[in-house]
């Protein structure tokens, strides 16, 4: 889960609560399911939270948080707006990989270090997560002042330009190499694809728009002054004398878009700064931004009830909603009682009736709520191969094995190479591996096809341990097989290795046959041949007339192998022959 | 007695290797013996000697004393006093050291120490120095006298330890008895079938054992301590009325995510997260109309006022093949009705079972581990069940004081995190996740009832519990054997 930095001293301030202790804060914050991770050397914290409220990645969200929680603010607030001086157009030349634009102008921000840094926290965060690293969505912030927009002109009704109605700055496709700026904390002059290349930023973003025929770019009547989704231009870089700030995003969802703008504004509106609208025009159609909208969704009162397990108000549920920072309204829905909701626009998490219940049980507090066991009466049992299991574990443990819980995947050095198997022989452990795409790492790249390697690579573990070593594996193996639905067959297999000075084929038999016994199965073992064991003196593990493993002495070669200095006997079998 | 002489006393050790009886029932033999009067039992205590760190240095490099004094010579401080600090830096003692070659040099009579400077009587030997001599000698295994080696010990240069040695030796009464014969059985060693079959056991007495004496060490087989905790919980689980679950580890990304109403774009889905196969790679087909019902929940919420996720989708990466990141894969099996038909509420089941996060690999985390998971399906369920339900799982190991913080899953609303106090040392931990599943989740399964949902990880419950600190000790390839075989036994 992510973590934010918060100053505890600016959460005072914004919400006006200079006499909370930072116990207190850490409290409120847990309350609101901000969990307190530590403290950065400047004395912030380190708060993880949960990406469903991405308006709370920034300090002044937070604090918006807490002073409806405290109750200092109520309903919903929506930011006035001026109406736009700027648009920005998009051209056919846009890359089809990222088609769409919102943005905002904000005037008159107050920007200290602090506000600055945790603006481009805020910026960051909302990146990996709504933006998906950038891909889905990205957001460029730029000085106004320092940008020269082309002037537009109303046409006047003798065809000729009347007079400057706005400014505007163009969303286009541009050459890799077709045009050169200088990027923020670089010094020379280069092309988009020069950038990608040599910049830092550059580098770690290229993948998401290398190979395409053009790249995203920003211009003004000056030139290039965005690069999105990699990097601005230096020429308007913010700094704590900025006041007045360009905003833009691009990407490939208009509405992820729209949201990750409106989180930013509502955190300038925080500053001081005056929102003013953007026109954006598409060919063919022409929408304001930043998008405000408020939406309303209903829920009945007595699914609010219901699902929290208490009896409620309509007025105390009203003053819930309010606290939660929403409007509710008080309707009637489907025959009883219900609640017209408005849902303000940072919300990003407000899908369906439940998320609005879910407001009410946090403005309530959950941990008012006194559990109760539901008087809901079902009849519990373990699984057939659980008990089944259970029973095979005891015997193996009653005949003096150590058991063993090893992982599931492994590489194919340990699977086979080591075991003098080769994939695919038709023997046990040579069935075609299921294989992991992107493994953590080379020790770990398939599932095992069978158990005695994990069984052997624990007694190459352990070889400083006492004499003997009887261990024992009830565990899972699996191989490809193309005709299962999951493609993957499953299984339960039994590995047991004996490891002692004077390890026998007979202590191994011996073993297996009382095993089989316990449950009531015919054994017996004709001779075969299996490269990790020593030729004639190993078998097939027949049980009922189906040969279902192997036995024997294991091969001197595989020991070495494994660093072993004592001879070891074992045996593995599937553990279903012996299921009834 | 056999063995013993009346010439010498012998120590009981050797007398039992002689008579081939063990050392505990030859001391007890040789007590008895002697309070009839046929042995003499002598005790004396032997004392043996060992050097410590401290004295291994000394031996080594020189007793600072010697180093000091040798120093001096060479500085010529048997001519004349020279200053401390030329005769120290000469020396090349440091620290401690000078402090402890300025207490011992005069005492031993290497020269004098005053107002700031150093002489050297001339003439001594140091290779005469006792007490090195003695150093060396212990290291040796010899044993020298015992002023000396009070005071190494007093200087803390070698650890004394005491020993009781028993020896014994026959009276006048006892020889005469040798000579005679002396009856063996009259002290019997070991009960035999023999004697039990002809009543010999009626006049025998037994000799005394050792009883406290420690037996050598017995491996017992084991139940593998994780699997033992996982049979805890089903235990639990079983009591509180919850079925089992079972399912496939390999599984297609539509039953592990789309069908709990995960975003195909969510960061938990790619390749840095999840372990995607490359062989297999994907299910040929999926039912349908279940596809279809989760696709539209997806684009299009469900409900009066319902929205989706605006995020794409595409069949063939719900097909895709991975090891599954959650056993959640098993409870949308069961919901949907494909793993044990339709279900109708009231239902509680539950899974143990493996899961596989792309994650990391060290003392806290592992790339597969157990998950805990249970869920319970009602006409009407509220959050206050949900609470109750898990507090009480929780009581039931010993953690109580349960806590629940507000939190998010893409598939429950709303969303607890669970924390409670530790049993031993108080603190105030994550316990688990649980939440309501969510109606786009429960209607595109023909789910109408509510759903509650909890799950924990079995390794966290175990530590928790044992206060094992390496999670790879109690779960995969890389234990050891003897954590494993100490682990005490968990009920």
Redesign the interface.
């Known amino acids: 889960m992510p973590v934010v930095e918060a100053d505890p001293d600016e959460l005072r301030r914004l919400t006006g609560h200079t006499e909370k202790s930072d116990d207190e804060l850490k409290d409120d914050l847990f309350a609101l399911g901000l969990e307190f991770e530590g403290e950065t050397p400047e004395g912030d914290f380190e708060l993880e939270f949960a990406p469903d409220r991405l308006d709370r990645l920034s300090v002044t969200g937070i604090a918006r948080s807490l002073r409806y929680q405290y109750g200092d603010e109520r309903g919903v607030y929506v930011p006035d707006t001026a109406s736009p001086e700027w648009t920005i157009q998009v051209e056919d030349s846009v890359p089809d990989s990222r088609p769409y634009v919102s943005g905002a102008v904000v005037r008159d921000v107050n920007l200290s270090r602090e506000a600055l840094d945790a603006l481009i926290q805020l910026q960051e965060k909302l990146h990996a997560t709504m933006g998906r690293g950038r891909a889905k969505g990205a957001i460029g912030i730029h000085d106004v002042t320092m940008l020269r927009g082309e002037p537009m002109y109303a046409v006047g009704e003798s065809g000729d330009a009347g007079e400057a109605t706005g400014k505007k700055v163009t969303y286009r496709g541009v050459e890799p190499d077709g045009d050169t700026f200088v990027a923020l904390d670089d010094d020379a002059e280069r092309t988009p694809a020069g950038v990608l290349e040599s910049h830092p930023t550059g580098q770690e973003y290229a993948d998401l728009v290398e190979g395409e025929e053009r790249y995203p770019a920003i211009y003004d009547d000056i030139g290039l002054f965005s690069f999105p989704p990699v990097i601005n231009s230096r020429r308007t870089e913010v700094t704590t004398d900025s006041r007045d700030l360009f905003v833009e995003l691009t990407g490939t969802d208009q509405w992820t878009l729209d949201k990750m703008c409106a989180i930013v504004c509502y955190a300038l509106d925080a500053r001081g700064g005056q929102i003013e609208d953007v026109t954006v025009e598409y060919p063919g159609r022409t929408v304001v931004r930043p998008d405000f909208e408020v939406r309303e969704k209903r829920v009945a009162h007595e699914r609010i009830e219901t699902t929290l397990g208490i009896e409620l108000d309509p007025e105390a549920t009203v003053d819930y909603f309010e606290r939660a920072g929403l409007d509710a309204e008080i309707i009637g829905l489907d025959g009883g009682t219900g609640y017209e909701v408005s849902v303000p626009p940072y919300r990003t998490d407000v899908l369906h009736a439940v998320d609005l219940v879910d407001d009410v049980g946090r403005a309530y507090g959950f941990n008012e709520l006194v559990p109760r066991y539901p008087d809901v009466s079902t009849v519990g049992g373990r699984s057939e191969s659980s008990r089944f299991e259970r029973a095979l574990r005891s015997r193996l443990v009653g005949l003096g094995f150590e058991d063993l819980l090893n992982f599931h995947m492994t590489n194919k050095a340990e699977n086979y190479e080591r075991m003098r198997v080769t994939e695919g022989a038709d023997i046990l452990g040579g069935g075609e591996a299921a294989t992991i795409a992107e493994p953590y790492s080379e020790d770990y790249t398939m599932l095992r096809t069978w158990v005695l390697p994990s069984l052997l690579m624990v007694l190459e573990n352990n070889t400083h341990r006492e004499y003997p070593q009887d261990l024992s594996e009830v565990g899972f193996a699996a191989e490809v097989e193309e005709s299962l639905e999951t493609k993957v067959a499953e299984r339960q297999s039994v590995g047991g290795v004996l490891a002692r000075h004077d390890a026998s084929y007979e202590d191994a038999k011996a073993r297996l046959q009382a095993l089989v016994a316990g449950f009531d199965a015919e054994l017996e073992t004709p001779a075969t041949e299996h490269p990790s064991f020593i030729d004639g003196r190993v078998a097939d593990v027949v049980i009922d007339g189906e040969s279902v493993g192997v036995i024997g002495e294991i091969h001197p070669a595989v020991l070495v192998e494994h660093d072993l200095e004592v001879p070891v006997v074992g045996f593995e079998f599937s553990a279903d022959a012996l299921a009834e | 007695m056999e063995a013993a002489s009346a010439a010498e006393a012998q120590p009981i050790s050797e007398l039992a290797d002689a008579a081939g009886i063990a050392v505990e029932t030859a001391t007890g033999a040789a007590f008895e013996l002697e309070s009839e009067g046929y042995l003499d039992v002598h005790e004396h205590t032997e004392r043996s000697a060992s050097l410590t760190e401290e004295g291994e240095t000394y031996l080594d490099a020189g007793l600072p004393e010697v180093r000091l004094y040798e120093a001096a010579l060479g500085a010529d401080a048997d001519e004349d006093a020279v200053p401390m600090g030329e005769v120290i830096g000469r020396s090349g003692l440091e620290g401690p050291e000078v402090d402890i070659a300025l207490s011992n040099y005069a005492r031993k009579g290497y020269g004098a120490v005053d107002s700031g400077e150093i002489t050297a009587d001339p003439g001594i030997t140091t290779d005469d120095d006792a007490e090195a001599a003695a150093l060396a000698a212990i290291a040796a295994g010899g044993e020298p006298s015992e002023d000396i080696v009070d005071a190494l010990e007093r200087r803390g240069l070698i650890e004394v330890s005491e020993r009781t040695v028993r020896s014994v030796e026959l009276t006048e009464a006892g020889a005469e008895a040798v000579e005679e014969g002396v009856e063996a059985a009259a002290g019997a060693d070991r009960l035999t079938p023999e004697m039990l079959a002809t009543g010999a056991w009626e006049t025998a007495e037994f000799t005394e054992y050792n009883v406290e004496a420690d037996a050598s060490?017995d491996?017992?087989?084991?139940?593998?301590v994780?699997?033992e905790t996982a049979?805890n919980v089903?235990d639990v689980?079983?009591?509180?009325?919850?079925?089992?679950?079972?399912g496939?580890?390999?599984?297609?990304d539509f039953y592990i995510n789309d069908c709990l109403f995960m975003p195909q774009?969510h960061?938990a889905r790619n390749?840095w997260d999840r372990?995607?196969?490359?062989?297999?790679t994907e299910?040929d087909e999926l039912p349908s109309d279940l596809v279809d019902a989760v696709e539209s929940a997806h684009r299009n919420?469900?409900?009066?006022?319902?929205?989706?996720y605006?995020?794409p989708w595409d069949e063939d990466f719900a097909r895709a093949?991975a090891?599954r990141g959650h056993t959640t894969s098993l409870s949308v099996r069961y919901l949907s009705g494909l793993a044990a038909g339709e279900l109708e509420p009231?239902?509680?089941y539950f899974s143990i079972g493996?899961a596989?996060r792309?994650?990391?690999?060290d003392a806290t985390h592992l790339?597969?581990f157990f998950q805990i998971e249970g869920w319970?399906m009602?006409e009407?369920?509220?959050?206050?069940?949900l609470?109750?339900?898990f507090?009480?799982f929780y009581r039931q190991f010993g953690i109580t004081d349960v806590?629940?913080?507000?939190?998010?899953n893409p598939y429950t609303?709303?969303s607890?995190?669970l924390f409670g106090r530790h049993p031993e040392t108080g603190e105030l931990i994550e316990i688990g996740n649980s939440g309501?599943f969510?109606?786009?989740m429960l209607e595109p399964l023909g789910i109408e009832a509510?759903v509650m949902a909890w799950g924990l990880a079995l390794e966290r419950l175990l530590m928790l519990i044992t206060g094992a600190e390496d999670i790879r000790d109690v779960?995969?390839?890389?234990?050891?054997?003897?954590f494993?075989?100490n682990a005490e036994v968990n009920y």
């Open positions: 060490r491996i017992p087989g084991k139940t593998h994780l699997r049979e089903k689980l079983v009591g509180m009325g919850f079925q089992e679950m079972e496939p580890h390999v599984d297609a774009d960061p390749h372990f995607a196969l490359s062989n297999p299910m919420g469900v409900g009066a006022d319902g929205e989706g605006h995020s093949l090891l009231p239902q509680r493996k596989y792309n994650d990391t690999l790339l597969e319970v009602a009407d369920l509220s959050v206050r069940d609470m109750g339900t507090e009480e806590q629940f913080k507000p939190h998010y609303e709303p607890f995190e309501m969510r109606p786009e509510d779960h995969g390839t890389l234990c050891d054997i003897e494993l075989r």
